[in-house]
């Protein structure tokens, strides 16, 4: 079961409201990651996690907050958005010693 | 620093042809893995493959094939006998063993009946 499952699949939110991303597996991976990727480009690396520990920011602005409460689960908390924070944001997870990510089907963001 | 390019930005073909996407990279570790994503308009991203630096051996998965060359620094993608669920959005991408992936700016195949 190579599953990566996101939560929601769309959210519209405004500039001023809180909301969380939400991303499960239960393939034992130990590494895990959020990725935001705009329209006809690649995914962009924001976080990574391993061992539930934050071992990657990629200089992301604090409006975005990842949290990951046990090594099946990750969040992302946003606050204060602005409209050109709308993308997809995928998640993704990898196995120790194996480099090949999984992704999750994203969640398409829209801040108005 | 590493870099990925993908030169071809766009490629459309008819139903039954066969097509290679093209991969070039760039990278200063002695061990690398690079890897193939398929990106439907669904969004997910599905992992195809993944091959080690120190492993040129070609590989075949049915209607796929890579070619991998280090003399060259490429990493070929070729689908046989495309089929219109084939179109999609596929990245080439890189990491030297971290936990960072280096995409390149990815390729639209759009297959026509």
């Known amino acids: 079961d190579t599953e990566v499952t996101q939560t929601p699949k769309h959210l519209v939110m405004g500039m001023t409201n809180k909301k969380s991303l939400k991303c499960e597996q239960h393939m034992g991976h130990r590494a895990m990651y959020w990725y935001k990727q705009k329209a006809k480009k690649p995914p962009e690396l924001m976080f990574v996690?391993?061992?539930?520990?934050?071992?990657i920011n990629e200089s992301v602005p604090s409006r975005f907050s990842p949290e990951c409460p046990n090594s099946s689960l990750l969040n992302l908390h946003l606050h204060a958005l602005q409209p050109e924070d709308s993308a997809l944001y995928l998640c993704?997870?990898?196995?120790?010693?194996?480099?090949?990510?999984?992704f999750g089907q994203g969640t398409r963001l829209t801040v108005v | 620093a590493q870099k990925v390019t993908q030169a071809q930005t766009e490629i459309s073909v008819v139903e039954k042809e066969d097509v290679t996407l093209d991969c070039v990279y760039e990278?200063?570790?002695?061990?690398?893995?690079l890897f193939w994503y398929k990106q439907p308009p669904s969004g997910e991203l599905v992992f195809l493959i993944r091959?080690?630096?120190?492993?040129?051996q070609n590989e075949i998965s049915g209607r796929y094939s890579w070619n991998f060359q280090k003399s060259t620094s490429s990493f070929n993608f070729t689908i046989t006998a495309s089929q219109v669920v084939d179109s999609a959005v596929y990245f080439c991408a890189l990491t030297g063993g971290g936990n960072k992936l280096t995409f390149g700016t990815g390729t639209q195949l759009k297959v026509e009946l």
């Open positions: 990278t200063r570790d002695t061990t690398y893995y």
């Open positions: 091959r080690n630096s120190f492993d040129e």
């Open positions: 996690y391993s061992y539930e520990k934050l071992s």
């Open positions: 993704a997870s990898s196995q120790d010693r194996r480099p090949e990510a999984f």
